[in-house]
């Protein structure tokens, strides 16, 4: 399977951006997804994962309230919806998949990483 980030761009403090993660190659219906970024100098860290099923989401502390991750198993695509955003969101953002359909903050247990979009916020 491939995965394709996209969507990513310029928005200003307070706006909103939605990222997209198209998966080719086979169903990704039962497998969990998960969203990642990086900012310059610093680690990759977990920002928000999904079930297989889509019926379980786990975010992490610093976007939780503010960052929605969905999934239409019949688009073979996941979404991070990302509102009132903080120029501390901005990163390089990558989507990953798992062979298992539970969802991980784990990057290490990822198996398949898309190529990454930019997400920039200015303040």
Not at 5 to 21: E, K, T, W
Not at 80 to 107: F, H, I
């Amino acid at each position: 399977v491939q995965l394709q980030a996209f969507g990513g761009g310029l928005v200003q403090a307070g706006g909103s951006l939605r990222l997209s993660c198209a998966a080719s190659g086979r169903t990704i219906s039962s497998n969990a997804m998960g969203w990642f970024r990086q900012a310059p100098g610093k680690e990759r860290e977990f920002v928000a994962s999904i079930t297989g099923s889509g019926l379980s989401t786990v975010y992490a502390d610093s976007v939780k309230g503010r960052f929605t991750i969905s999934r239409d198993n019949a688009k073979n695509t996941v979404y991070l919806q990302m509102n009132s955003l903080k120029p501390e969101d901005t990163a390089v953002y990558y989507c990953a998949g798992r062979e298992s359909p539970y969802r991980s903050r784990w990057d290490s247990e990822y198996d398949v990483w898309g190529q990454g979009t930019q997400v920039t916020v200015s303040s």
